[in-house]
């Protein structure tokens, strides 16, 4: 379970950081809005952590800015504002949950089991992109309704590539979640790019629009039109 902790508060995000790695949680933390956007541009996460007062974007333009691309990752605000306007505002932007600072680790780590309980109750059973369908439970791809023949391999990276339409996926997002690997190297990212070309052969060939994209020298991306 991976998340994300946006917090420029260095003691506060330590002690969350030291907390949820205790409990097996895998936790990376960004102290800017403009880190964290990056990484929500470029990485995949279970949960965010989102205080709201952050130099650069502040917390509230980095969720309406996700929720527009498309991100439905469970995002719990953590902040200092207390008012009820400001917890409207956070939870009409976009937020799951709020929590008001300061606050007990124990109740943070309810409030995450809770959202990510409520987010696997109600996950897809479909992804779609297009005329470009994703069975989950038959591991089934169609386009066009024309059915399409992946290996396993090919279906994991189309699957993860829509779970994230409209965001770049970069090599190192792919080498860590699909590969499983903990780095990236220069054979990796050759036989990443050599599974991305047959992958697209497959889905794009003769197919109108294109749906997955190279952006060169980031990663590729699954969307309708180029990025």
């Known amino acids: 379970m991976r998340v994300l902790i946006v917090e420029d508060e260095h003691k506060v995000a330590r002690a969350l950081q030291q907390g949820l790695e205790s409990e097996r949680y895998e936790v990376t933390v960004a102290d800017t809005g403009e880190d964290a956007f990056f990484r929500l541009s470029t990485e995949i996460f279970d949960v965010i952590l989102l205080d709201l007062m952050l130099p650069g974007r502040d917390g509230l333009q980095i969720l309406s800015a996700i929720r527009e691309r498309g991100v439905q990752t469970p995002v719990l605000v953590l902040t200092a504002r207390d008012t009820l306007e400001d917890r409207l505002a956070g939870l009409h932007g976009g937020a799951d949950d709020y929590l008001i600072k300061p606050f007990a680790f124990v109740e943070v780590l309810a409030r995450i089991q809770a959202l990510v309980r409520r987010g696997r109750a109600t996950e897809t059973i479909r992804l779609s992109l297009a005329d470009l369908v994703v069975d989950l439970v038959r591991r089934k791809v169609t386009r066009g309704g024309r059915v399409v023949e992946l290996t396993v391999r090919e279906y994991e990276l189309l699957e ?48 109108s629009p294109k749906l997955i994209h190279t952006v060169r020298g980031v990663g590729f991306v699954a969307q309708e039109g180029e990025p």
């Open 160 to 207: 993860y590539l829509l779970r994230n339409q409209g965001h770049i996926v970069s090599r190192e997002a792919l080498a860590r979640d699909v590969w499983q690997e903990a780095s990236r190297t220069t054979t990796l990212d050759n036989v990443i790019d050599v599974h991305m070309t047959r992958l697209r052969r497959k889905i794009d060939l003769d197919q």
